[in-house]
């Protein structure tokens, strides 16, 4: 434990519960004196509550997602760096659970390619961690994601950090250009790689995206549509999922897998999507935007 500072010492040592019940705190506290975290709370939860499983007993937990998220993050981040504490059974269970389902699509259609897709909920290394130990329950030596954070998210040496994990940056703009080529050649190689599908568009307002139109919460919407693109012409599988975490916990629910060469393979993400919403509104990442899909129209 030489060179940790004596507040990563301490945050080592923190179970999950009690991590939740200080960035639940910790939100709390700052709400006292920030009138912008405060409002960005509030709406956080208005903006849920036409979500059917959001109740009032469930607006603190909602206001202080982003805190939950950070200190989750964090702790994951100085678990893997320090090679401590980095143990998490629940999430384990979830990547074997993932595990044994691509083995049975492997199985009855060899070869067919199997794109495993993590919803933006509770944590982005908590997902990093899932699909690690995917990786690692599937007998890999590497496996290929592409993610939208930006470089050195994972930590500033993440070939490190995660190395049976290649990042494959959607901001990288150097790159951007080849990314599809260089997903579809890690599904044709090693039979499974990890998308993000659930990216609403005004995530990547900064460059031309192509999306799909789909029905969303009784309205007309927008998905991204690479996922589609990509998995259509290898004949790929999409197994979508996503996390949960209450008092402590973590859970998960994994969806039925879609065939993107499909022509309603959009739409069935897109209720994948609304359904994890209705469902865990609290966990979603991504709650603090208005727009959801309701965004760029066109191309």
Not at 14 to 42: H, K, N, V, Y
Not at 255 to 263: C, H, I, Q, T
Not at 267 to 291: C, F, K, M, R, T
């Amino acid at each position: 434990m030489n060179g940790i500072s004596w507040r990563d010492r301490g945050l080592l040592a923190l179970s999950a519960r009690t991590l939740e019940r200080i960035a639940l705190l910790s939100w709390g506290l700052r709400s006292l004196f920030s009138a912008r975290s405060r409002w960005q709370g509030r709406l956080r939860f208005e903006w849920g509550s036409d979500s059917g499983s959001l109740t009032r007993k469930d607006a603190w937990r909602t206001m202080a997602g982003e805190d939950v998220e950070r200190l989750l993050d964090r702790r994951m981040h100085l678990g893997r760096l320090y090679g401590l504490g980095n143990h998490w059974p629940e999430l384990d269970a979830t990547a074997a659970q993932l595990a044994a389902i691509v083995q049975a699509i492997h199985r009855e259609s060899p070869g067919r390619p199997v794109i495993v897709s993590p919803f933006h909920y509770v944590s982005e290394y908590a997902n990093i961690y899932v699909v690690d130990a995917l990786r690692a329950a599937l007998n890999m030596t590497e496996l290929a994601v592409v993610s939208g954070s930006p470089r050195e998210a994972y930590g500033n040496r993440e070939d490190v950090l995660i190395p049976g994990l290649r990042i494959l940056h959607t901001l990288d703009e150097n790159n951007r250009s080849a990314l599809g080529l260089r997903l579809m050649r890690a599904l044709r190689r090693d039979g499974a790689a990890v998308l993000f599908s659930d990216v609403p568009p005004h995530m990547m307002q900064r460059y031309p995206m192509e999306t799909v139109e789909v029905s969303m919460f009784g309205r007309p919407a927008r998905l991204h549509h690479g996922a589609f693109s990509i998995g259509s012409h290898c004949d790929a599988v999409l197994l979508c999922f996503h996390l949960t975490f209450k008092q402590g916990q973590f859970g998960h629910r994994i969806f039925d897998p879609v065939a993107l060469r499909r022509k309603d393979a959009p739409q069935q993400v897109a209720n994948y999507i609304e359904q994890a919403y209705h469902d865990a509104y609290p966990n979603w990442i991504l709650g603090d935007h208005p727009s959801r899909y309701g965004f760029a129209p066109i191309k």
